[in-house]
């Protein structure tokens, strides 16, 4: 059992520092409850970079909401992004992924909440998932303005790591 007032990713406040990374929030995947832990800014940042380098359709990379499955998926189709993401081990996890469309949603609107050193940068970064349609495009969120859209596989944006724990 927790001692009281120990903070918990249940009862954290967004932008607290626990589970090896930054709370950028809570949802549900499916009917299990978690929450969203953004990788340290210094270890979990990486610099503009291609989604994938084949702009072929990468089967099981369609989740709005999985980011993990999708970057699993990813790694498969060889994207080098996702294999860095996948390999990271820090502060003892190494479970973090390429967010998807849905969690990069919760991280923008997490911003005000967060650090200032653990913000994300006024740029777009890569969600996890794909474009249905056409399949050489992946779902980008702006950090500037919050819009999502859809970019092709080969431009060049930002990534965070992030990792999910179950409450």
Same mark, same amino acid.
């Given at each position: ?5 120990? $903070? ?5 406040? #967004? ?7 930054? $709370?950028?929030?809570?949802? +549900? ?5 978690? =929450?969203? #832990? ?5 270890? /979990?940042? +990486? ?7 084949? $702009?072929?359709?990468?089967?099981? =990379? &369609? !989740?709005?909401?999985? /980011? &993990? ?10 994207? =080098? $992004?996702?294999?860095? #993401? ?13 967010? !998807?469309? /849905?969690?990069?949603? &919760?991280?923008?609107?997490? %911003?005000?909440? &967060? ?30 303005? /919050? ?7 080969? +431009?060049?944006?930002?990534? %965070? =790591?992030?990792?999910?724990?179950? #409450?």
């Amino acid at each position: 059992m927790n001692a009281p007032g120990q $903070l918990t990713p249940a009862n954290a406040p #967004i932008g607290a520092l626990l589970a090896g990374g930054i $709370l950028l929030g809570r949802f +549900f995947l499916e009917v299990q409850p978690y =929450a969203l #832990i953004g990788a340290p800014k210094a270890q /979990g940042d +990486f610099p503009r970079t291609v989604w994938n380098k084949g $702009l072929e359709r990468v089967a099981d =990379a &369609l !989740s709005d909401f999985d /980011g &993990l499955a999708n970057t699993r998926a990813m790694a498969e189709a060889s994207s =080098a $992004l996702a294999t860095k #993401i996948l390999a990271l081990r820090l502060a003892d996890h190494d479970d973090w992924y390429l967010p !998807s469309r /849905g969690e990069l949603l &919760l991280a923008w609107s997490a %911003r005000a909440a &967060l650090p200032e050193a653990e913000r994300f940068d006024k740029d777009w970064y890569w969600s996890s998932t794909q474009s249905a349609d056409p399949s050489d495009y992946a779902w980008g969120q702006g950090f500037t303005s /919050g819009y999502q859209d859809t970019w092709r596989k080969a +431009f060049k944006f930002m990534a %965070r =790591a992030v990792r999910r724990v179950s #409450i």
